[in-house]
């Protein structure tokens, strides 16, 4: 996958206003029928690795979850109030 995509956007927007932790998971199912839980997966792999998002481990659930912190990144054009 090569650079930020408008999809990609969408996604951190998504994770940016909900203010909650998402699995890959749980975001292919609200996305669906828009993304195939591949794209969902390499999206967030690659906000997280950018820094746009950040990737923890859920004690409970022993899978990743994702979510736009105050330690994010904002996307370009999002500078302002970037973080929840």
């Avoid at 927007?13 to 998971?25: D, E, I, M």
Wanted: charged share 20%; hydrophobic share 40%.
């Amino acid at each position: 996958m090569k650079g930020l995509t408008h999809d990609m956007a969408r996604v951190w927007r998504h994770l940016r206003q909900s203010g909650n932790w998402w699995t890959a998971q749980d975001l292919y199912q609200h996305w669906y029928p828009v993304f195939s839980e591949e794209a969902v997966q390499q999206m967030l792999d690659y906000l997280q690795r950018h820094r746009f998002a950040a990737r923890r481990m859920h004690i409970d659930w022993g899978v990743h979850v994702y979510a736009v912190t105050p330690d994010c990144r904002a996307l370009p054009g999002h500078e302002e109030g970037a973080a929840c």
